[in-house]
C-alpha cells in the first residue's frame, strides 16, 4: 500500500494542513480536531483504499484504518510538523465540554497503551510461571533474580505512572514536559515516598500535608500539569525576555511543587478515591449487574470513543491493589465481536464481506475490535446487537465469579493468563465468560441471520450482473433494455439542458434531468445507498442489478450546507423501491435563489452505453423514467 498517497489523499479531504488543529491516534484510528467539520469530506477518505470507516465522534474526525493506522500517521504527522500530537485544543466553541475531557482524556492514555499491554503480557507470562513453577516443580521462583527482574519491568510503568502521564498530559496541555516530569519525579523520589508512607507526621513550611503515596497515582500527576500550563503561560507573560529561559521553570517548579503536595495531589488522590468507590459501590450492589453492563455496552463507548473515559478505573486499580476486573469485563465484548464477526463469515455469501469478516475475527480475537466493528457487526446491525446480548451474558458469567486480572492489558486470547491471578473460580469464570461471548455472538448470527449484502459479479461473456442474497433474484445481462425508475415526481428534462456544465456534457455520466414536483426522493427500486453527502444535496445508489446512480439535487446546493434537508436513511442501507431517502423544502431554496433541475445520471456506464429517455413531459416516482443498454464498469460510485 502506498501510504505517502493514502495521507496526501486524507489531508486534502479533511480540509488541509490549515484546517487540522490536532492529530492523534490509537490502535485502529486517526483521530482529528479540525476548525470547520464541514470541509471535510468523509466520503471521499471512505472511498480510499486502507480506510475501513469514517465517523465524528465526541468532536473527532475520526479516520478508521485498522492495522494500517501506525505507518499513516508516521507519514501524515511530519506533513502537520508533529510528531506526536495530543492537543485538545479547539477553535470551535461548539465543542461540549464533556467531548472535551473525553477528547483530553483520550490523548492522555493513548500514548501509554502500547506500553501497558507490554507489561500487561509481562505479567501473564509471570503469572503462568508461578503456576507451573508452583504446581509441577514444587518451586517458588519469586525469589529467582530472573523472575525479579521481569518482574520490574512489568511493575515498571505502573510505579512510575505520574512520570509518564506528566509527558503525556503536558502535550495535551501545552506547557514544558520536562518541568512537568520534574514534578511528577518529585512524587515518586525515595525520600518523598518514604516521608509519605511513614509514621510520622510531614510538614512543608510548618504545614502539615496530607500523607498520601503518589507512586502508581493517576489523577494528581494530571490535574498539576493541566494548574501548570496555565501557571507558566502567566510567569512567561511577565517576565522579561532575557529571564525567561532560567526564570519561568525556576518559579514553576517553586510554586508547583508545593502546590502539588499540599493541595492539588490530595485533591487528585480524593477524586481516584471517590470513583473507584462508586464503581466499587456498583460492584457490590451487583458483579452481576456490573459485569453485564460493561460487557454489553463496552464496545458501543468503543464506536463514540467514550471507552477511554472510563479506563482510568482499570488503571488506578492495577496501580493500587494490583488487580482490576474492569477489562476482564470488557473482554466479554470484544470475544462477542469476534463471535458475531465469524457468524457473518458463516453465513454470508457477499465474497467481499466473507473476507472482511474472516480477517476481522483473527484481529478482534487478538483485541482490535474496530475491523469487526465497522467492517461487519455494526455494518449489518443485527450482528452488533447479538454481540451486546452475549457479551452482556458472559460479563455477568465474570462478574458472578469474582474475574479479575493483575495487569492492564488489553483483552484478547494472548492476554488469557492475565487473568490467572483470580483464582481457579475466577479464572474459569473468565474463560467461560469469553467462550459464551464468542460462541453466543456466532451462534445467535448464524441462527437468526440478517440482511445480506448484494454481491455484483461478472458474467462468463464477460458483461456485469448483480447477485445479491437468497431473497432478491439474479438480474438479466445488462446487455438487455434494463429499465430505470425516476427517484422524484417531476419535469422530464434533457440532461444537456441542465445548466450545470459538468452534468450537461455527461462527464459524470449519462441520464435525464428531472424539475421536481414533490419535495421527496425515494429509492427508484430495490438498492443500496452508497454515498450520502453531509449537506444532503447529492446522493449515490447502487441498484441491485448493478446500476450505479448519481442523483444531484439542484445546482450549487450544497452551498446551503444541508439546510432545507432532511435525511431519512444513511449510508449502507439497503431500500425497497419507494421508500424515502431525502425530502427538502422546495419552496425556500427556489427563495434562496437555487435551480432545483435535478441530474439522475449513471455513473458506471461504459462510454458506448446506450440510454433512452421513456418518459416526456412529468414523470411520477418509481415510474419508469429510462432505459439503458451496454456494459457496465467495476468503479464504485
Not at 466493528?373 to 446491525?381: D, M, S, T, V
Request: proline share 4%; glycine share 8%.
Amino acid at each position: 500500500m502506498d501510504f505517502q498517497a493514502l495521507a496526501n489523499n486524507i489531508l486534502t479531504n479533511v480540509g488541509g494542513k490549515d484546517n487540522v488543529v490536532s492529530l492523534d491516534h490509537c490502535f485502529t484510528r486517526l483521530r482529528f480536531v479540525l476548525k470547520d467539520d464541514s470541509k471535510a469530506n468523509g466520503d471521499e477518505i471512505a472511498q480510499l483504499e486502507g480506510v475501513i470507516q469514517v465517523m465524528r465522534a465526541n468532536g473527532q474526525f475520526q479516520v478508521v484504518l485498522g492495522n494500517n493506522v501506525g505507518k499513516t500517521y508516521d507519514v501524515l504527522a511530519p506533513m502537520l510538523d508533529q510528531s506526536d500530537s495530543g492537543s485538545t485544543q479547539h477553535s470551535d466553541d461548539k465543542t461540549g465540554i464533556g467531548n472535551k475531557i473525553i477528547n483530553a482524556i483520550a490523548a492522555i492514555f493513548t500514548p501509554t497503551i502500547p506500553a501497558l499491554a507490554a507489561s500487561g503480557m509481562i505479567k501473564g507470562v509471570l503469572a503462568i510461571a508461578v503456576i507451573i513453577a508452583t504446581n509441577v516443580y514444587h518451586t517458588d521462583i519469586t525469589k529467582f533474580d530472573t523472575y525479579i527482574i521481569f518482574n520490574a519491568a512489568s511493575d515498571a510503568l505502573f510505579y512510575f505512572m505520574p512520570i509518564i502521564l506528566a509527558r503525556t498530559s503536558a502535550k495535551v496541555f501545552k506547557t514544558n514536559e520536562y518541568i512537568a516530569m520534574v514534578i511528577a519525579g518529585t512524587l515518586c523520589y525515595p525520600s518523598i515516598v518514604e516521608l509519605m508512607t511513614g509514621k510520622g507526621a510531614v510538614t512543608l513550611f510548618g504545614l502539615q500535608l496530607t500523607k498520601a503515596s503518589y507512586t502508581s497515582s493517576v489523577i494528581p500527576i494530571i490535574i498539576a500539569v493541566f494548574i501548570l500550563a496555565y501557571l507558566e503561560r502567566f510567569i512567561d507573560k511577565i517576565m522579561p525576555e532575557v529571564l525567561k529561559i532560567i526564570m519561568v521553570p525556576t518559579l514553576c517548579l517553586l510554586i508547583m511543587v508545593p502546590a502539588t503536595l499540599m493541595i492539588f495531589g490530595p485533591i487528585g488522590i480524593y477524586i481516584g478515591n471517590f470513583i473507584n468507590w462508586l464503581y466499587y459501590l456498583i460492584m457490590d450492589f451487583s458483579p452481576i449487574l456490573l459485569g453485564a453492563f460493561i460487557g454489553g455496552i463496552w464496545c458501543v463507548l468503543v464506536i463514540f470513543g467514550a471507552h477511554r473515559a472510563i479506563v482510568p478505573i482499570g488503571i488506578n486499580d492495577v496501580a493500587k491493589t494490583g488487580h482490576q476486573n474492569l477489562l476482564a469485563f470488557a473482554g466479554a465484548a470484544n470475544f462477542s465481536q469476534a463471535g458475531a464477526a465469524l457468524g457473518v463469515f458463516l453465513k454470508t455469501k457477499n465474497k467481499n464481506l466473507k473476507t472482511v469478516s474472516a480477517s476481522a475475527t483473527i484481529t478482534a480475537l487478538f483485541g482490535i475490535t474496530e475491523p469487526a466493528i465497522y467492517g461487519a457487526n455494526l455494518r449489518l446491525k443485527k450482528p452488533m446487537i447479538y454481540a451486546v446480548i452475549s457479551g452482556a451474558l458472559g460479563g455477568a458469567l465474570m462478574g458472578w465469579g469474582g474475574a479479575s486480572g493483575n495487569a492492564f492489558s488489553n483483552q484478547g486470547v494472548l492476554t488469557v493468563p492475565v487473568y490467572a491471578s483470580a483464582g481457579a473460580k475466577g479464572f474459569a469464570c473468565y474463560v467461560i465468560g469469553c467462550l459464551i461471548a464468542f460462541f453466543g455472538a456466532c451462534l445467535l448470527t448464524v441462527i437468526f441471520g440478517f440482511e445480506d449484502l448484494p454481491e455484483k459479479t461478472v458474467a462468463a461473456n464477460g458483461e456485469a450482473a448483480a447477485v445479491t442474497d437468497s431473497s432478491v433474484k439474479v438480474a438479466s445481462p445488462i446487455t438487455l433494455a434494463t429499465p430505470v425508475a425516476a427517484p422524484l415526481s417531476g419535469e422530464v428534462v434533457a440532461l444537456s439542458q441542465v445548466a450545470d456544465a459538468v452534468f450537461a456534457s455527461e462527464a459524470m455520466g449519462k441520464g435525464v434531468a428531472i424539475l421536481p414536483s414533490s419535495d421527496e426522493i425515494v429509492a427508484p427500486s430495490d438498492c443500496e445507498v452508497k454515498v450520502l453527502y453531509p449537506t444532503l444535496h447529492a446522493i449515490g445508489l447502487e441498484l441491485t442489478n448493478g446500476l450505479e446512480l448519481l442523483i444531484h439535487i439542484g445546482k450549487d446546493t450544497v452551498e446551503l450546507k444541508g439546510k432545507y434537508f432532511t435525511s431519512h436513511t444513511e449510508v449502507g442501507a439497503h431500500l425497497h423501491k419507494g421508500e424515502p431517502i431525502v425530502t427538502f423544502n422546495s419552496a425556500e431554496i427556489k427563495k434562496a435563489g437555487y435551480d432545483l433541475t435535478t441530474p439522475v445520471v449513471i455513473t458506471n456506464a461504459d462510454p458506448a452505453a446506450q440510454i433512452e429517455v421513456t418518459a416526456s413531459g412529468t414523470v411520477a416516482a418509481t415510474d419508469n423514467l429510462m432505459n439503458f443498454k451496454g456494459k457496465i464498469t467495476n468503479e464504485e460510485i
